[in-house]
């Protein structure tokens, strides 16, 4: 659990406190529930303005419930979501319109975010007419914002390299100027030279906009790079929380240190940074009963008794958080 919201000061844009989220897997004719699924689990983090703030972890881990949850897809079964100290949960429309002005996203694939009938100048027009805001000064200068000059206004998605209709998303998502985008997998479509042009092109818009990035991935190389704080969740559980430059140092949370030890090396310095103590196989181990214990405990090495008890989610230290009875 973390500090109450008046020991750290009022000023964050976001606050989540103890946000749950189950969802109903139902069958049959009759739509009757066969079993329920919680994707996330007393989820606490506080996102400060203007900083990138990562969610680490591996597919199915909850990362993307946390998003949709930050942007009124889902509402949370339990807990809250302050955005700028109100309870997103509690607006109503004019105040829902006015957060998703706010709030934009910038989808995993460009692709599938894109509507193929539209050109370029529509798709990014779209939300400037919405909100009564539209002129064709505007829609150049996001492209311009983006690196795009005015001879994409015409042109179609399917006539687009996957960055420059990544570029498209990005200008759109920024059109209404927002304080926070959420990035999804951003640019996990992407080839590898590509994604290193999206990253230094968002670094440069946050430092020019002082934009607030919530930055979803599963690349911890991009992560490391980008993010100011991150949060490692597994299950939908927090394991880790800090700054990002602490907790690839230092990582305390077992799966942590398995996530970064599945990082590709490609230099002895890489080599050095890596978790030592990870075993090269790691048997998993059935667990019966006791769902109120460690999330992770059924992959875990240094797994024991105790481990059926659920760890306490602690600062260890300069805002190092960790939920783990080893670390």
Known sequence: ??????????????????????????????????????????????????????IIGETGSGKTTIAKMMLLVYRPDTGRILFEGEDISKFKDAQIRDYRRKVQTVFQDPTSSLNPRHKVRDLVEAPLKIYHQASEGKVNS????????????????????????????????????????????????????????????????????????????????????????????????????GETGEIFKNPLHPYTRLLLSSVPVVSDSEIRVKPADVPEEIPTVPINGHSEGCVFRDRCWLREDVCDTGPKFIDKGKEHWVACHFA
């Open 1 to 54: 659990m973390l500090p109450n919201r008046e020991a750290c000061g009022s000023s964050d844009i976001y606050s989540l406190e103890e946000v749950s989220k189950t969802f109903e897997v139902k069958s049959g004719l009759a739509r009757s529930v066969r079993a329920e699924i919680q994707a996330v689990s007393g989820v606490s983090f506080r996102v400060r303005p203007s900083e990138t703030f990562g």
């Open 142 to 241: 996001l492209l311009k914002l983006v690196n795009l000059d005015d001879s994409y206004l015409q042109r179609y998605p399917h006539t687009l390299s996957g960055g420059e209709k990544q570029r498209v998303a990005i200008a759109r998502a920024l059109a209404l100027n927002p304080e926070v985008l959420i990035l999804d997998e951003p640019t996990s479509a992407l080839d590898v030279s590509v994604q290193a042009k999206i990253i230094a092109l968002l670094k440069d818009l946050k430092t020019r906009l002082k934009i607030t990035y919530v930055f979803i991935s599963h690349d911890l190389s991009l992560v490391a790079n980008f993010c100011d704080r991150t949060l490692v969740v597994y299950r939908g559980k927090m394991c880790e929380m």
